[in-house]
């Protein structure tokens, strides 16, 4: 028996399979994973995503310990509510977990880290913060939804308080705000339009009826995963893990090297990867002849080395397999995939393969 969310009863109810997923009893699916990945493509689906781990930092130096703790830099955050994606990364540069941070204040943040890691984030963390006399609370009492898709927003307004509702609805795309006892934010996992709203635990069985009631679909960590590997979306643990940098992991983009003097943790040994011509690359697959692109899969580059693939599997809105992989540096555009002992054609396409409903590459 693992963990449970305060959602888990309606799970139960809805027929959902459950899986053990980070030590949490959460839903593999409820009945159909391609029909729960198409609601979200096509309409609005609602995840619970409670196992997530909401921690509220406060100080006068909230600000220094995460200029201090994390790759990107959250110097950069001056609006109210504000998110900023990031990675947390040990001495070695290895990514120890990737998380959302929001700016409520230069005193104040709420940061939002994986399940599977909630333990040793929290361990990692509240380490650093010594230093720095920040307070680090973990907020276990809330409970957390993610509701994606075009008519998301339009179908979960009426679950948030009229006082707040026009404010919600008006949110930029990667930004959050206080909704009395609520945080609603706009941002999501799936590569569509959405909210993740943060809420008492009180409230999580009467909003997740009104959800199902207006028409949005109850999907589970099946079609979570497939929606995310169509976006190029970052798993920890398949795609990075403590042993493997954000350079090495397609997320460059994340890490702030200016300003220079900024000594963030793992700093000096990333910085030794940055320019080096033989970093590896990290790319988007679709692959060219039938079968299906798994985890941990080769990847042959002839003549000049192999790689492995990080994430795949079979993409519902493009009808094709699609994979994640990291592969030796070099300018290529083929590969083959050791499939069960057979060498299949795969291109690499640019990512992501699907955003906001639409196919991204040529198939």
């Known amino acids: 028996m ?10 139960v109810e809805a027929g959902a399979r459950i899986v053990d997923f980070g030590g949490w009893d959460m839903p593999l699916h409820y009945g159909s994973q391609k029909e729960e990945h198409h609601a ?14 909401i921690v509220d930092l406060g100080g006068e130096r909230a600000r220094d310990f995460l200029r201090h ?8 955050l001056k609006d109210y509510g504000k998110a900023l994606y990031t990675c947390m990364l040990n001495d070695a540069g290895g990514v120890i977990d990737d998380l959302i941070i929001y700016y409520l204040s230069d005193t104040r943040y709420r940061m939002v880290v994986n399940a599977a890691t909630r333990e040793k984030d929290l361990a990692w963390i509240r380490e650093q913060a010594k230093a720095f006399d920040v307070e680090v609370v973990e ?13 998301a927003r339009a179908l979960a307004a009426p679950c948030i308080d009229a006082e707040y509702r026009e404010a919600a609805l008006g949110l930029k795309p990667f930004y959050g705000m206080e909704a009395g006892e609520w945080f609603v934010a706009r941002t999501g996992y799936t590569g569509e339009d959405g909210w993740e709203i943060v809420m008492p635990a009180a409230d999580a069985h009467a909003v997740w ?18 929606l995310r590997l169509e976006a190029a979306m970052n798993l920890y643990g398949s795609d ?39 970093r590896q690359r990290f790319v988007g697959l679709l692959l060219e002849d039938k079968g299906v692109l ?11 080395g192999e790689g492995e693939i990080t994430s795949g599997g079979f993409s519902p809105t493009i009808g094709r397999s699609i994979a994640l992989a990291r592969v030796p540096a070099g300018d290529y555009d083929r590969v083959q995939v050791d499939v069960r002992g057979k060498l299949l054609n795969a291109r690499i396409v640019k990512t992501p393969f699907v955003r906001n409903g639409q196919v991204r590459i040529d198939v």
């Not at 703790?69 to 950069?76: E, I, T």
């Not at 907020?139 to 008519?151: D, F, K, T, W």
């Not at 300003?259 to 963030?264: K, L």
């Open 240 to 278: 990075m893990d403590e042993t493997i940098s954000p350079l090495d992991a397609g997320l460059a983009w994340t890490v702030a090297w200016e300003p220079a003097e900024r000594a963030f943790v793992g700093r000096s040994a990333i910085e030794a990867l940055r320019n080096s011509p033989d």
């Open 2 to 11: 693992g963990a449970k969310t305060p959602y888990y009863d309606k799970h």
């Open 294 to 304: 798994r985890n941990h899969q080769r990847v042959v580059v002839d003549g000049v």
């Open 209 to 226: 009826d009104r959800l199902l009631a207006a028409g949005v679909a109850p999907c589970g960590l099946g079609a979570r995963d497939t």
């Open 139 to 151: 907020r276990s009492e809330l409970a957390m939804i993610a509701v994606q898709g075009p008519r």
């Open 40 to 53: 979200v493509r096509q309409g609005a689906g609602v995840f619970d995503v409670s196992h997530m781990t």
């Open 69 to 76: 703790l994390v790759a990107n830099d959250v110097g950069k």
